[in-house]
Nanobody
Framework: QLQFVESGGALVQPGGSLRLSCAAS????????VGWFRQAPGKEREGVSC????????NYADSVKGRFTVSRDNAKKMVYLQMNNLQPEDSAVYYC??????????????????WGKGTLVTVSS
């Protein structure tokens, strides 16, 4: 059974850090680009970061550049999102999603093949 499960969400104070994890099972993660997305209440889901299948290429939304870092360990079938200097506007449910690299090298929200169910990040004092 194909699964993508996020973890690591929590309540954190402004300026704090969290590391989100995404565990893949039932498919070979190496053949997929992985994106992190987030959705705040009342807002559309937005892309946060994308990492290529090999991990050699990454990109970030302008709002998180310099604060968030995406990485992956294909052998462990894990993808991570290190989030530093978190701010209240980062509060959202965070999702990871995978896209078969045969269909492209990016992570379009509408083009992802597998999605996790999300993990909640709340940044508040």
């Amino acid at each position: 059974q194909l699964q993508f499960v996020e973890s690591g969400g929590a309540l954190v104070q402004p300026g704090g850090s969290l590391r989100l994890s995404c565990a893949a099972s039932g498919f070979t993660l190496y053949y997929y680009n992985v994106g992190w997305f987030r959705q705040a209440p009342g807002k559309e889901r937005e892309g946060v970061s994308c990492i290529s299948s090999s991990g050699g290429r990454t990109n970030y939304a302008d709002s998180v550049k310099g604060r968030f870092t995406v990485s992956r360990d294909n052998a462990k079938k894990m993808v991570y999102l290190q989030m530093n200097n978190l701010q209240p506007e980062d509060s959202a449910v965070y999702y990871c999603a995978a896209r078969d690299l045969r269909f492209g090298n990016n992570c379009p929200r509408s083009g992802m093949d597998y999605w996790g169910k999300g993990t909640l990040v709340t940044v508040s004092s």
